[in-house]
């Protein structure tokens, strides 16, 4: 271990007391996506319970909803707080709770912090993770930060000993004096930070006095185990093959993780072959023009959810101009196929199609190269609906059929 002759600790953004910061944040309560801001909870105690991930906190938010209530009659209010979407909430919160989900009942707003900017503010945000930590943070009734904690207790510790603290700081006022604002006598450390130094200076020579750890016997042993380890022969990796198999079932695909780092879409793509019109998409005209007509009739309103109706394109009977201005749809852009507007770029060629749903967020082409490809699209981080609505529209297509 390496300790420079002084070290610089970094530490919270805001005091503690401290005012509360501002702004908005989008988030999710009672079925419906929201904005909300610290202010509009002025007159009550709130009490912003940051986690690491939705579909893995599911008994930790449970602990605080069922305790609610009481917070409410002491005049206070919990919310959640994590990097996922708003819509992500929204969808883990209907979920049934043998799916991992609190079926729509959750007593609590949950709020969404993708960049970790508010989080960030009380040392609670992992930024190599790109998550929250999970933690507790208390602004009183006037918008003070009066409590911000890390804890390591059960969930129902942490809820229950939350609100012990929430009675105890209501019993005990801070005074205007002792209140500072977040950017009060901060001194940056470099271009890109606001965070103070601390005025704690470590001595090189004084930490490293009397330590000497190199001839520790522990750590003897450890250090010859990695050496064994390190001669050892790499397992022979084997090789398996198998037919490609779409069978993530909904319950799987909402307890995947969505990516944490920013992304500017996800996109999931499955390409079948129908039985009876040959095993790929090299096919006869005559055969190509059923296919598309049977697509047709199966991505009709009669066979399709809400969210999968939409409008079929045969691509061929589009003269060059249509062709261009249909393709500089954003949707082709993030699913990228943009390039299919340069004139002679594709030969549409009898029974080639698109669909496209109404929401663009949902391509099906027909007789392209594979007999079908369907493609699920959306920007951000949420993959988990890209997959869900990729899964429905196989599902729905192969019941029509």
């Known amino acids: 271990m390496g300790v420079t002759g002084e070290l610089n600790m970094k530490f919270s953004m805001l005091a503690v007391p401290g005012a509360a910061p501002g702004g908005e944040i989008l988030g999710a309560e009672n079925g419906k996506e929201k904005k909300f801001t610290i202010s509009e909870y002025k007159g009550r105690f709130l009490v912003i319970v940051f986690y690491h991930g939705d579909w893995e906190c599911q008994e930790h938010l449970q602990a605080f909803s069922d305790l609610q209530e009481k917070f409410r009659s002491i005049k206070a209010e919990v919310v959640g707080c994590s990097v996922d979407s708003s819509k992500g909430h929204l969808v883990w919160m209907k ?39 999970d933690g507790v943070v208390i602004i009183d009734e006037g918008g003070v930060v009066r409590h911000a904690m890390t804890t390591s207790l059960e969930c129902t510790d942490t809820a229950r000993n939350t609100f012990e603290m929430v009675n105890m700081l209501k019993k005990y006022k801070v005074d205007a004096k002792d209140v500072k604002k977040s950017s009060s006598k901060t001194t940056s450390t470099s271009s890109t930070t606001s965070r103070a130094i601390s005025p704690v200076k470590l001595d090189r020579a004084a930490m490293e006095k009397d330590w000497d750890v190199s001839e520790d016997p522990e750590l003897l042993k450890v250090l010859n185990m990695a050496k064994m380890l390190g001669r050892a022969q790499p397992p022979k990796v084997q090789t398996y093959s198998k037919n490609p198999l779409f069978d993530l079932l909904p319950a799987t695909i909402r307890r995947l993780v969505n990516p944490k780092a920013p992304v500017k879409c996800c996109v999931a793509s499955l390409q079948r072959n129908l039985a009876g019109f040959g095993p790929n998409g090299d096919i006869s005209k005559n055969q190509k023009i059923q296919l598309e007509n049977l697509m047709k009739k199966v991505m009709g309103v009669a066979y399709m959810p809400e969210d999968l109706t939409g409008k079929f394109s045969s691509l061929s009977k589009l003269n060059q101009r249509e062709q261009s201005k249909f393709f500089s749809a954003d949707i082709f852009s993030l ?17 080639k199609g698109v669909f496209i749903n109404n929401y663009s ?41």
């Open 95 to 133: 979920t049934d709770k043998s799916d991992g989900g609190f079926g729509g009942n959750l007593k609590l707003a949950l709020w969404s912090d993708p960049a970790g900017s508010l989080s960030d503010q009380f040392d609670l945000y992992d930024a190599e993770e790109n998550q929250c930590l």
């Open 361 to 401: 967020n949902f391509i099906l082409w027909v007789n392209l190269e594979d007999q079908l490809r369907l493609v699920s699209v959306a920007k951000g981080q949420d993959l988990k609906y890209v997959l869900l609505r990729l899964q429905k529209a196989v599902a729905r297509i192969e019941e029509a059929l």
């Open 335 to 351: 699913t990228g196929d943009a390039w299919m507007k340069e004139p002679g770029s594709v030969e549409w060629t009898d029974g």
